[in-house]
């Protein structure tokens, strides 16, 4: 949609119509800001508050980190589920090279990669190359880093190393933006260094989804790989560097997880894997591939998170309530985009619904 | 010969029966005396069987009573339903809610039994009305209860773990005084006669695997894959609450958070390492229940084995890989290939004929 820069009306060009990935994406944003909003209004206090709109970033870092790469490999019509199994391990290893090996903080970082790399590469040949389900192998990665964290160490460890305490209570502030304590007095709002990783692998991974012909490959594949197969596009290849991806960023969500709260423990990072896949789908993800976007999941991890502090902050605190809300929005999401794309494909909603349903003036074809 | 060890390559059975032969050598040659069977005398003064043959088959009834179901919706559905654990969970409550709101006698037992098949039915369509009707991946519309279920279970039970004990509940989920066999055995092997007798003398097990393999073409051929699809989900739901009530009455209480806890997954293997494809089309039912032997026999091994159990998953990991990269086309493809070329000097290559 162009404007017309004197009259703002728009060129008599017919328009393109709005494509799913970015109607999807729409709703999530404006269903976030409408959820903020509300709540900012009918609450107020904490969600007035920036800090509080910034310990979404803080607590959540690692988990839209796993997000993002899962975002990648859910366009290529994939599933990756070992993100919090991996993340955890990461943590462990990271602890314990730092306590009982003597390591340096770069050295911890370069295992954290590692260990992702690795699960990752190992992912990726086993679901392009060999062809085996990506749900089974991804589970079989998750179990594996669940059950080696317990063989790294069974005893939860904490990082006593001085550099790495010193990197991990590092805040970047940020400035103009704060909120003023009992006494009066001025508090700048801080983020943590992990937030900054986080944000910069959003923006170079919907950089990469929109110029590289990587990412555009992506979607050509989630779309349909037969005819992208057909086109000249290395299916498995791509295929495989959206899992060895995915696997590096679950190592980096690790390290982010470990500056967070600077612990290894095996109950890390629990139900990370289907609050990531949550995450994406609020953002307008699809499963079947070909549609998403890494915006998209950002603010889906965001409403994600928004809807719990809301129900906490109604007065809902019985821990049921969340996980009942977190189904109920989820519920809303999945049907929404379900008719949404349907009816964008047959061009009317009564079209959807199955023949028993349909009434009214045309009420469908008759069986003779 | 060539021919008949490619046929044998491509039967779905192939990999489950192998495996589950692997690990039966593996065990006899680490101890002779692992799969010995002894009779001995419980704390109710019956004989029963016992020893590891046993534990297996005893322990893997639940997942192997539910990847029956998960093997219809896999078919029909191309997906998998990754909220049977929760919804069992939710099953079970309804169970013990309504054993503890009576004396328990045997038709208060079979009330509280179609109550909770009724209310896990009830659930099941709900993530079969969303797959079916809004055609949505099953992953992502059970994904709904996945996070719900369990705090549904835990809302039935008020927030506590109750617990309910009577020797008929005993005998449900440990053994019959005078049968030497567990319950959940008979009950496994009872349901699965039921679900052989519906597919051969039903055209369910057809219906369901023409709506996965090409769902227009069964819709042309007089099909309506919604209902095929809502049926799958109704039967997952049955077998769904049997697995949970026969867990409850097995350990006497019904915890929401730990009632067969990741079961999904191991319900998802089950069906995977049993020969049907992921994505939908030909199942193989027997080859889902062996899987879930399988499963069971691997843990049981390793816990002979003296692992620990939380590192058991990592083992159990390391082995599901290695069965999966075996089940995989492209290798299978590579071995038959490999064996022609070594026969080819023996085998005459047959006739291209019909």
Known sequence: MKKNLLGGRTEKKPREPISNTNLLMTITVCTFVGMYAIAMIVWGGGFLNPQQFLDLFNNNAYLLIIACGLTMVMISGGIDISGGGITALVTMVCVVYLEDHGGTVAGSFLISIGIGLAFGLVHGILISYLEIQP????????????????????????????????????????????????????????????????????IAIAAILKWTRFGRNLYAIGGNSHSALTLGINVKRTKFFAYVLAGLLSGISGYVYLLHTGAGDAANATQAEMQAIASNIIGGTLLTGGVGNVIGTLFGMLSLKTITNIIIASGLTKPYYQSITTGLMLCFFILLQSVILAVREKGSFRLLLPEWLKFGKTGGTKSG | MGNGFKKLMRTQLVIPLFSLFLIIVFNLIRDVGFFSISIVTNNQGNPVLSGNLISILNGASAVAIMSIGMTFITSSCKGQDISVAAVAAIAGSVFVSVLRSYEITVPVIIYAFLLSCLISVVFSMFNGILVAVFKIQPMIATLILFSAGRSIAYWINGGATPTVSSPLLSAIGGFIPGIPVPTPIIIMIIFLVLISLVLRFTTLGLYTQVVGINEGTAHLNGINPVWVKLLAFVISGVCVATAGCITVCRIGLINHETLLLDAEMDVILAVAIGGTALSGGKFNLYGSVIGAYIIQALTVTLFAMKVPSAAVKAYKAAVIIIIVIFSSPVVKEFVVNLYKKMFKSRVKTPVKAS
């Open chain 1, 135 to 202: 749900f089974i192998v991804t589970l079989a990665g998750m179990f594996f880093a669940r059950g080696m964290i317990t063989i790294v160490s069974i005893a939860p460890r904490t990082a006593t190393h001085e550099g790495f305490l010193r990197l991990k209570q590092l805040r970047v502030t940020i400035p103009g933006v704060g909120y003023y304590g009992k006494t009066g007095n001025f508090i700048p709002a801080k983020v943590e260094p992990g937030v900054i990783v986080a944000i910069v692998i959003v």
